[in-house]
């Protein structure tokens, strides 16, 4: 017998902290490609920038099935890239935690570049500007301008993309799979859905009530960020 914590079992509490660590794992990885892509959206016009922004936030509106086959199609194990990975380096990427981690990543990717791209929007190019006049280089007037002044922002679509890689269940079932110990949050809810008895349901509800309670501190948090961003930019 597992034990109870609060009314939840050691699997409950593994699944809490293994969604915990893949989502921290997706948005470290993808929060460089997102802090670059949000700001060539926000500060250059280039061909084809609409259809950039098409695929990004391709993943917002796809079924997120949808966007698991397409990983599985392309990093499993016959994939068009998993297929070279795994028989030329033995790496193999579906259905371990990598996957989930990717998984996360992708969905949330698109709330980070958006709210990058509207935290360097909101940031007046005149102080990159000046930096440059005084000797700095483009590198150094965005490590030490832009990106301080834009840092709200960020850390808001860091909090999103975080909390979007932890709801996250489409997408991971179909990629990364369902095995004991590497169950996400959500996948841990739908298994509990489907077990029968009281003490499944009493978990259950336990479990949804601390996801909501996440949900909404990351919302806030988001929210608090923005808010903080728009009234340094104001004053």
Same mark, same amino acid.
């Given at each position: 017998?597992?034990?109870?914590?609060?009314?939840?079992?050691?699997?409950?509490?593994?699944?809490?902290?293994?969604?915990?660590?893949?989502?921290?794992?997706? *948005?470290?990885?993808?929060?460089?490609?997102? *802090?670059?892509?949000?700001?060539?959206?926000?500060?250059?016009?280039?061909?084809?920038?609409?259809?950039?922004?098409?695929?990004?936030?391709?993943?917002?509106?796809?079924?997120?099935?949808?966007?698991?086959?397409?990983?599985?199609?392309?990093?499993? @194990?016959?994939?068009?890239?998993?297929?070279?990975?795994?028989?030329?380096?033995?790496?193999?990427?579906?259905?371990?935690?990598?996957?989930?981690?990717?998984?996360?990543?992708?969905?949330?990717?698109?709330?980070?570049?958006?709210?990058?791209?509207?935290?360097?929007?909101?940031?007046?190019?005149?102080?990159?500007?000046?930096?440059?006049?005084?000797?700095?280089?483009?590198?150094?007037?965005?490590?030490?301008?832009?990106?301080?002044?834009?840092?709200?922002?960020?850390?808001?679509?860091?909090?999103?993309?975080?909390? @979007?890689?932890?709801?996250?269940?489409?997408?991971?079932?179909?990629?990364?799979?369902?095995?004991?110990?590497?169950?996400?949050?959500?996948?841990?809810?739908?298994?509990?859905?489907?077990?029968?008895?009281?003490?499944?349901?009493?978990?259950?509800?336990?479990?949804?009530?601390?996801?909501? *309670?996440?949900?909404?501190?990351?919302?806030?948090?988001?929210?608090?960020?923005?808010?903080?961003?728009? @009234?340094?930019?104001?004053?």
């Amino acid at each position: 017998m597992d034990a109870r914590f609060l009314g939840l079992a050691g699997e409950d509490w593994r699944a809490i902290a293994f969604s915990a660590g893949v989502s921290a794992a997706a *948005v470290l990885a993808s929060l460089p490609f997102g *802090v670059a892509c949000g700001w060539l959206l926000a500060r250059r016009s280039f061909a084809g920038k609409a259809l950039v922004e098409t695929l990004l936030n391709l993943p917002l509106v796809l079924p997120p099935v949808v966007t698991g086959y397409g990983l599985l199609l392309l990093l499993g @194990r016959r994939g068009w890239l998993g297929g070279y990975l795994f028989d030329y380096f033995g790496i193999e990427i579906a259905f371990t935690w990598t996957a989930a981690a990717l998984a996360g990543a992708v969905m949330g990717f698109p709330l980070l570049v958006r709210a990058v791209r509207i935290a360097f929007a909101g940031v007046d190019p005149r102080f990159a500007q000046a930096a440059r006049s005084l000797g700095a280089r483009p590198l150094d007037a965005f490590w030490t301008v832009s990106l301080p002044l834009a840092r709200p922002g960020v850390l808001a679509g860091v909090v999103l993309a975080f909390a @979007r890689s932890l709801g996250e269940f489409g997408a991971t079932l179909l990629f990364a799979g369902s095995q004991p110990g590497r169950r996400t949050l959500a996948v841990q809810l739908y298994l509990l859905y489907e077990q029968p008895g009281e003490e499944a349901e009493r978990r259950l509800w336990r479990l949804a009530a601390g996801a909501i *309670v996440l949900s909404c501190a990351a919302l806030a948090a988001s929210e608090y960020l923005e808010r903080r961003g728009a @009234r340094r930019d104001s004053s």
